[in-house]
């Protein structure tokens, strides 16, 4: 029997379990290379980057999320997991995280995530869209949602 092929990506980052957006796709993340279907391009950043902020915003360890999700269950019971491990985020909370996760990238030049995002568009040969001002634009894009 062949391994499976390392094809698919993610939800839409835009997706939201709990009101809660990129949190579906994380999880999305972890079964798919379990699996072993996930695009081996995603393996490295794994648990970092946006993945480890969502964790953090929610108070719980990656490792441990990942354990939860390969014990099965649907988006919305391993987020019930999450709340009762770690924080449960309120209204205004989720809005300021949602906020801040759709805009990352565009004018963020303090810390440095505008100019990672110009080289993500660089290595995919997407330097020259204008269109693309941040990391969930840019992730549409490279995954064929959005041309």
Known sequence: MQPAEQTSVPRNAYERT?????????????????AGTLRADYHANLGTGFDGRCCRFLGVEYVSVRER???GGT???????CFEKGQRPGKEQILVWNKFMVK???RDEDDGSTQELGRY??????????DILTFFDYYEVDEGRRP
């Open 75 to 81: 988006d919305e019971e391993v987020l019930a997991w």
């Open 104 to 106: 990352r990238g565009w």
């Open 18 to 34: 709990g009101g809660i957006v990129y949190f579906p796709r994380m999880l999305d993340k972890i079964r798919g290379y379990a």
């Open 121 to 130: 568009k660089a290595s995919s040969g997407l330097a020259s869209r204008t």
């Open 69 to 71: 999700v390969l014990q």
